[in-house]
C-alpha cells in the first residue's frame, strides 16, 4: 500500500514547478523576441485565429517552414 503524502497543497504545487522548470532547463532552448508595445496581443489573437494553440506554436512553426522543415 501506497504511503499517503503529507505535503500541503501547495507544497506539492511548488514541488511540480520546481520539477517542471528544471525539465525545460534542461531539455528546451529559449529565443526571446522583442514587438512594439500592443503588437504582443495582435499576434496572440492573429495565432489563434489561425488554429495556433499559442503564440510560441506559430513562431515555432513559422521559424521551422521558412528553413524548410515542415
Known amino acids: 500500500m501506497a504511503r499517503k503524502s ?6 506539492l504545487a511548488a514541488a511540480h514547478t520546481a520539477y517542471k522548470n528544471t ?6 532552448d ?9 503588437d ?3 499576434i496572440a489573437v492573429w495565432a489563434k485565429s489561425k488554429g495556433y494553440a ?3 506554436s506559430y513562431v515555432t512553426e513559422l ?7 515542415r
Open 63 to 69: 521559424i521551422y517552414k521558412d528553413m524548410g522543415e
Open 54 to 56: 499559442s503564440t510560441n
Open 6 to 11: 503529507t505535503k500541503t497543497p501547495e507544497e
Open 30 to 38: 529559449r529565443i526571446p523576441i522583442t514587438v512594439p508595445i500592443g
Open 40 to 42: 504582443k496581443e495582435r
Open 23 to 28: 525539465w525545460q532547463r534542461d531539455n528546451k
